[in-house]
Structure formats: structure tokens, C-alpha cells
């Protein structure tokens, strides 16, 4: 009987589980958070941020399905950037995906807490984020077909209750209530509202990290991304222009909990309905901060399997075929975050991470179709107007972030400067490239 190789993944996921995990990773996203926008850019400001955001992601998405089902391999952009660009370039990559990725869980689970805290407020917002971490890295210890069946379920609930959501507040939409006072900050706030919208879409990307559990991934990959992005970009302005018409979108503005709020103001807060909405409002929350366990497990995992994080970070449990000190450090690092930051810092930071990974994610594209040997089996339609107008839009994301953000950038670029030096003080960029193989 042969064994299974120690790094070695199962493939096992078809298309309805890509387009689960495609939504699920994000859809937290349309749930809290994308609020925070209004704040700093009013309705019709952030509305014009959401869509060119929406743009990035549709040309983004279909560039990078290319890459893969060109390169399916767990460490996703990582992969990608170290092909092209080498230690230096997966080393970019890597470090950004993981911040993407390590970030942008603590602040689900603080809106986790604070849904229960609406729901039962005995509850502490802490005991529940730190319950959900230790909760979900277990079911994802036990494999990755039965993470992705769990994962589907609570994804297709989250879908049908934001489709619920709309229906209850759309009859109270007005127009005048949504233009009241609707860009405050002119084109600047557009601007500043920039990574709030990225956090309506943040995360799709992370279908990329289960590329190597994926049956036949040049056929089901793309099919369950492109699916994905549809769902997400309908889903994504709905909610956004149907809770700004309802009344004062100023009191949803800076709270994790704008839906519920959002039904209470329609129905009123003892209303069985918004009790029910938030309870089951959950489902959304809890899919994307099982996917997004899913996602920074396998950049660990891969990045210590080529030497960039310790060795031992890239065992694979004998039994369930999972990552299980990735799944482990990722939790450990996740728990740490939800004591030092607020949410909507995590989101900025989690988001400057997106957009440097876009970047080097589409000039790793460019410089791909270069090369005479390469020979995709997803071809990027439109090319080269979607990676460009990708890349276009993710530098400017980048530029807008860093301008009003300024502190959180200095902190994300010194991080990476260390890991910079770690690497190579360690002595790996004096090793043979081989032993760097994907």
C-alpha cells in the first residue's frame, strides 16, 4: 500500500465547492464593515468607490484565473510571483497574501462578537471571537471536503438571508434619505473610502490556495470563480444602495453590525424579524472566517514548504490530510490581532495587503505571457486591457491607502523589510533555487 506523501493535498473539490469557497471567503464583506466607508466618503462617494473597486475585481478576477489554472499550487500568488521573479518576488507576495489573509479574520470575529453581543448582550464581544478561532480551526483540522461541505452550506444560508435582507428593506428605500448629505468629503472622501470598498470583494483570491485540492482545475476553477464574482458583485451593491435609502445612513456608518441595524430601523428593534436576522446573520459571517482559515493554512503551508517559514509549518496530519501547525500558528497569530487592533484597522491593513498582492500578481501575468514555454489553459479575455486596468486600479488603490493611512503603512512595509532581513540572514538567498521548488 502506498502512502500519501508527507506535504501532499487531496483533490477533491468540483465547481459548486470553488464557488462556495469564492463566496464564502467574501461575503462577510456585504455583512459589516464596507459601512465604515460612508464615514469617511458619504453614500454617493463611497457608491463611486464600490464601483470602481467592482471594475478592479471583475478585470482582476479574470486575469488571475488564468494564472491558477496555469499554476495551481497552494501558495497561490506566491507561487505565481516566485515563477516569475524569484525569491524576491515570492517573498513580496507570500508576506502580503499572509497579511491579507492572517488580518482580515480577527475582524470578522470581532463583528462575530458583536452579532451574538446584539443578539444576548451578556455576551462578551471577546469570549466569542476567541471561541470562534478555536471552533473553526477544529472542523478545519478534520479535512478539506468536509471544511468545504460545511463551508457550502453556511455559504448558500448566507446568500439566501442577504437575499431575505433586501426584500424586508427595500420597500423602505427612498431616494432622498440616500442622497441626504451624499459626498460631505468630495472627491477625497471617494478616495479614503477605497479599501472599504475592497473589503466588499477582499478575499475571492483565496480560491487560488486550494488550487491543488481542486479535481481537473484548468475546467472547475474557472467556472466556480466566475460564478463567484457574478454572485458578489450583484449582492455587493444591493445591500450597500438599499441600507442607504433606508433612513440616517450616519447611525450605520461606524458599527459591526449594520444589517441588523438596518432591519431595526425598518421593522423596529423588538421586532421578531430582527432578532431572527441577526441570528442567522451569522451564517455569513461564519462562512467567510471558515474560508479565510482555509486560505491563510495553505499560504503557510506553502510558504514553509519552499523554505520561506519553518519546515515543520508544512506537515500534513497523516489522518485528515490537512495542515494542521499552519492551521495552529495561523489561529495563534489571529488571536494575538484581535487584542491590538479595531476593526476598521484590521480592514486597511488586511486591504494593503490585497493590493500589493494584485499588483505583483498582475505583472507576474505580464511577464508570464512573455515567455515562449508558457502555454495556458485559461486564456485572460481581453487581454492585455483586463490585468492592465487591474494593475491600473490597484496602484491607485495602493497610492489612496498609503496617503490616508499613512502610520499602518509605515508598520505593514517595516514588516516586510524584516522578513526581508530574516530571510536573509537564514542564509536562503545563498541557496541553490532548486531547493526552493514549488
Request: aromatic share 16%; charged share 10%; hydrophobic share 55%.
Amino acid at each position: 500500500m502506498s502512502s500519501q506523501p508527507k506535504s501532499a493535498l487531496k483533490k477533491v473539490l468540483k465547481p459548486i465547492h470553488i464557488w462556495a469557497l469564492a463566496i464564502g471567503l467574501v461575503i462577510s464583506g456585504e455583512y459589516f464593515g464596507w459601512n465604515y466607508g460612508w464615514s469617511v466618503a458619504g453614500t454617493v462617494g463611497f457608491l463611486i468607490a464600490t464601483i470602481i473597486i467592482t471594475v478592479l475585481y471583475i478585470t482582476f478576477i479574470f486575469s488571475f484565473t488564468e494564472l491558477t489554472t496555469s499554476i495551481p499550487n497552494a501558495g497561490g500568488p506566491f507561487a505565481y510571483a516566485y515563477k516569475t521573479f524569484g525569491k524576491t518576488g515570492g517573498l513580496i507576495a507570500g508576506y502580503a497574501t499572509l497579511i491579507e489573509f492572517v488580518f482580515a479574520p480577527p475582524a470578522i470575529a470581532f463583528a462575530l462578537g458583536s452579532y451574538v453581543h446584539f443578539l444576548f448582550a451578556s455576551v462578551p464581544i471577546m469570549f466569542t471571537a476567541i471561541a470562534c478561532y478555536v471552533f473553526f480551526t477544529i472542523i478545519n483540522l478534520l479535512g478539506i471536503k468536509e471544511s468545504a461541505v460545511f463551508n457550502l452550506i453556511v455559504t448558500i444560508l448566507a446568500v439566501i438571508e442577504l437575499l431575505i435582507f433586501i426584500g424586508i428593506v427595500s420597500p423602505a428605500f427612498k431616494v432622498s434619505n440616500f442622497m441626504y448629505d451624499n459626498m460631505p468629503f468630495g472627491w477625497s472622501g471617494v478616495f479614503a473610502a477605497l479599501p472599504f470598498a475592497i473589503w466588499f470583494y477582499l478575499g475571492i483570491e483565496g480560491v487560488a490556495m486550494v488550487a491543488e485540492e481542486v479535481h481537473e482545475p484548468h475546467r472547475n476553477i474557472p467556472k466556480g470563480y466566475i460564478a463567484g464574482i457574478a454572485t458578489l458583485v450583484l449582492l455587493a451593491l444591493a445591500v450597500m444602495i438599499f441600507s442607504g435609502g433606508i433612513g440616517n445612513w450616519r447611525s450605520l456608518s461606524k458599527i459591526d453590525y449594520p444589517l441588523p441595524a438596518s432591519i431595526s430601523m425598518v421593522l423596529g428593534k423588538t421586532n421578531s424579524w430582527t432578532k431572527i436576522f441577526a441570528g442567522i446573520g451569522l451564517f455569513g459571517l461564519i462562512a467567510s472566517f471558515h474560508s479565510l482559515i482555509i486560505g491563510y493554512s495553505r499560504q503557510i503551508f506553502a510558504l514553509s514548504r519552499s523554505g520561506f517559514l519553518p519546515k515543520f509549518l508544512s506537515d500534513v496530519n497523516s489522518k485528515f490530510q490537512t495542515p494542521h501547525w499552519a492551521l495552529i500558528a495561523g489561529m495563534i497569530v489571529g488571536l494575538i490581532s484581535l487584542f491590538t487592533g479595531t476593526t476598521d484597522k484590521v480592514i486597511i491593513i488586511s486591504a494593503l495587503g490585497a493590493v500589493v498582492m494584485y499588483c505583483i500578481s498582475m505583472i507576474s501575468l505580464f511577464k508570464l505571457k512573455k515567455q515562449k514555454t508558457y502555454q495556458p489553459f485559461f486564456k485572460t479575455p481581453f487581454y492585455p486591457w483586463f490585468p492592465a486596468i487591474a494593475l491600473l486600479l490597484s496602484v491607485v488603490s495602493l497610492i489612496a491607502i498609503i496617503w490616508y493611512n499613512f502610520m499602518l503603512s509605515i508598520i505593514f512595509f517595516a514588516g516586510l523589510g524584516v522578513a526581508f532581513i530574516i530571510l536573509f540572514l537564514s542564509g536562503k538567498y545563498k541557496q541553490p533555487a532548486q531547493e526552493f521548488m514549488l
